[in-house]
C-alpha cells in the first residue's frame, strides 16, 4: 500500500510536467498501462519511453490534479485534466480517471478511463 506522501510526490512530479520521470520514479519494472479498452502496454521503460514521444509532439503540456486522489488499500484513482498545447497553440483538453493498483510504493498497474471524442475537440 502507498503512503500518502508517495502518492502526494507521484501527483506532484506529473503537475509539474515530467510525466516520463513520474513513470520512471513511480512504476515497477513490469508494469502495465491500458487505456480505455485498448491492450495493455508493457514494460516501465518502454512506458516512459512513450511518454517522451508523446510530450516531444506538443509544445506544452498543463496537467491538473482534481482532488481528491482516492485511496483504498493498494487501489488509488486520481482524475486528471491534461491541456496539450500544439505549435500552433491550439489547445486539446482531455479529462481522465487514472486507476492505478500500486505494489508497495510503487505502481504496477494503470488503466486510463476518458471519452475518446476529446481528442478531436479543440
Known amino acids: 500500500m502507498p503512503s500518502r506522501e ?7 512530479l506529473v503537475v ?19 487505456e480505455n479498452l485498448t491492450p495493455p502496454r508493457k514494460g516501465r521503460d518502454a512506458l516512459a519511453a512513450r511518454e517522451r514521444a ?17 485511496v483504498s488499500g493498494d487501489t488509488v484513482v486520481v482524475h486528471w485534466v491534461f491541456e496539450f498545447v500544439r505549435a500552433d497553440g491550439s489547445v486539446m483538453r482531455i479529462e481522465e480517471l487514472a486507476h492505478q493498483r500500486w505494489k508497495g510504493e510503487k505502481i504496477a498497474e494503470e488503466r ?7 481528442m ?3
Open 6 to 12: 508517495t502518492i502526494d510526490a507521484f501527483v506532484a
Open 16 to 34: 509539474s510536467g515530467k510525466h516520463d520521470a513520474a513513470i520512471e520514479r513511480f512504476y515497477t519494472p513490469d508494469a502495465t498501462m491500458q
Open 54 to 70: 508523446t510530450m516531444a509532439r506538443f509544445a506544452e503540456i498543463r496537467t491538473t490534479c482534481v482532488a481528491p486522489v482516492l
Open 112 to 118: 486510463f478511463y476518458y471519452d475518446p471524442a476529446q
Open 120 to 122: 478531436k475537440a479543440g
